[in-house]
């Protein structure tokens, strides 16, 4: 029996889903989760390559460091890795996917909130034929939170802190349980532990932390091949995997940030999958005989508004800014409807959603009214950071083009920064603007990972938020936190958005649908209210 006592250590890096960065619609208005065309969960031929474009960098591939964003952990580390427990992608596609078991088949927490047994999975062998077992979710946790462990590198330290800084202190019961500790309660834990993930030890030692990221090894359903590094992986069917090997034979990711490239390489059979196609290219495609899958999930396109800075400062001048947006012609016309207009901080596709709180319609008259009585009738000049692209960061361009029209037209002139979306998400990381704007622009989750919550809208966030803070939403998250009943947590997570909506700390935009187009070969997508996917049920025809 191990045990290891652990300084409790707040998580300091986001990993802003954007993908990424780092982010929905309501219950009852997503589209059907399976692409029109693509066939139901079983059906399809076996086997075929998917070669899927990418709209950022891939991540780097040692399980937790990832680097680019949700879209890489989609992609690329949940197909390789698993936690204690994952996302079920492949049910209920008309509401945010639950919480299930992976290589833990059930839990349960102590009276304390704060001591959860995980009871292991039985006969899971890693990729490489080591057995999964105790011990190897000792050696990993000692690889991200053990700085004595010869495993342990600042970069896993750091990026582990995001779901399992939280952890004071774990050990291995007998073989098949194992206990962790949290400082604090935690009613979303079993959440967080899906991005704890798991890598053989026996292929850690081997290569040693440093070089394990060249020949990772998991237990997911895809098996590490070769990479090409930031540009192109390739991964293999694992024939061992515990829920049934999957139905490919390879999984080949490209990053292809340019919308335009990534429609060239569906088109001249490159990929037969591509992430996020440009909107304008929608029509064509489909006439094609290209499937368009969509399905709404956990994510806002916003800007985020120093409101510590004059005139912004001013939560008038910010609900003028929201009133000034047209933001449904931008879903409707600008993204072809592969959005759905966000009135409201609570992306759609989530619990926290208020039907009822919708509250910034289009309306320059009263956006004019409100600077007025800011003193700011005569408007003023400001600036944002844009990123050129990067998971679910849709056409971010042309969207602050828009905005920036519409703002000008109630007298708010923004000048466009533009940078990439690694020097956005890393200066906000360190608290920072890139380029040294007044607001940035980005997407994000905010559900689909709890813990990032306070990371975006709590007053003590390592990151560049705005400098937002609002006691009231602080004691809420901090309620909803402790609670292990979902519902409980989703409530007070709504009235926390709601105070959100009211200070308009951001300027809500859009919620994407997560549109991907597929080839007519490419069949058994199931589409979740999700930025994550199962692709253990796709298959491409010959």
Not at 123 to 130: A, E, L
Request: proline content about 6%.
């Amino acid at each position: 029996m191990t045990h290891h006592p652990l300084r409790a250590v707040r998580s300091r890096t986001a990993a802003l889903p954007a993908a990424a960065a780092l982010l929905l619609a309501a219950t009852g208005c997503a589209s059907s989760g399976t692409a029109t065309g693509a066939g139901d969960a079983a059906g399809g031929d076996h086997g075929g390559t998917l070669v899927v474009g990418a709209t950022g960098k891939l991540p780097n591939p040692d399980t937790v460091i990832g680097g680019a964003g949700f879209e890489g952990k989609r992609l690329v580390s949940f197909q390789i890795y698993e936690g204690l427990t994952r996302y079920e992608l492949l049910k209920d596609t008309d509401k945010p996917p639950a919480v299930t078991g992976a290589l833990a088949e059930s839990w349960q927490v102590a009276a304390d909130a704060k001591t959860w047994t995980f009871t292991l999975r039985k006969g899971v062998t890693f990729q490489d034929g080591t057995p999964f077992d105790a011990d190897a979710v000792v050696f990993n946790l000692d690889r991200y939170l053990n700085k004595k462990s010869p495993e342990y590198t600042d970069a896993l330290g750091a990026a582990a802190k995001e779901y399992a800084g939280g952890i004071t202190s774990y050990r291995k019961t007998d073989a098949e349980h194992i206990e962790l500790v949290t400082k604090d309660p935690n009613g979303h834990f079993p959440e967080d532990l899906a991005h704890v993930l798991i890598a053989s030890p026996t292929a850690v030692k081997k290569t040693g932390s440093a070089n394990f990221s060249q020949h990772p090894v998991g237990t997911g359903p895809f098996a590490f091949s070769s990479q090409t590094e930031g540009q192109q992986i390739e991964l293999v069917a694992n024939k061992t995997y515990w829920r049934g090997a999957p139905k490919l034979d390879k999984l080949i990711v490209k990053s292809l940030p340019d919308a335009a490239a990534r429609t060239a390489a569906l088109r001249s059979g490159g990929a037969n999958w591509i992430e996020y196609p440009n909107p304008d290219d929608i029509d064509s495609l489909k006439a094609d005989g290209v499937q368009i899958a969509t399905n709404s999930y956990d994510h806002l396109w916003y800007w985020i508004l120093d409101t510590t800075k004059a005139p912004w400062s001013d939560p008038r001048v910010r609900r003028a800014a929201n009133y000034a947006i047209d933001r449904k012609a931008i879903a409707e016309k600008l993204l072809h409807g592969t959005a759905d207009p966000a009135y409201q901080a609570a992306p759609r596709a989530t619990g926290a959603y208020d039907p009822a709180g919708d509250t910034y319609s289009y309306d320059p008259a009263k956006a004019k009214q409100l600077l007025a009585e800011a003193g700011v009738a005569g408007g003023f000049s400001t600036s944002v950071t844009v990123p050129t692209g990067g998971s679910g960061n849709l056409l971010p361009v042309p969207i602050a083009e828009a905005l920036q029209r519409d703002l000008a037209a109630v007298g708010i002139k923004v000048e466009l920064r533009t940078t990439d979306w690694s020097t956005l998400i890393g200066a906000e990381a360190k608290g920072q603007v890139a380029l040294g704007s007044d607001a940035i622009a980005q997407s994000t989750t905010l559900f689909q990972s709890e813990a990032l919550l306070p990371l975006f809208i709590g007053s003590k966030s390592p990151f560049w938020t705005g400098h937002y803070a609002n006691p009231q939403v602080d004691t809420l998250l901090q309620t909803a936190a402790a609670s292990p009943d979902r519902d409980k947590r989703q409530g007070d997570y709504r009235k926390a958005l709601g105070l959100v909506t009211q200070d308009a700390p951001w300027l809500f935009v859009v919620n994407d649908r997560n549109p991907r187009a597929l080839s007519p070969k490419v069949q058994g997508l199931v589409q979740p209210q999700s930025w994550f996917l199962d692709l253990t049920t796709v298959s491409v025809k010959a």
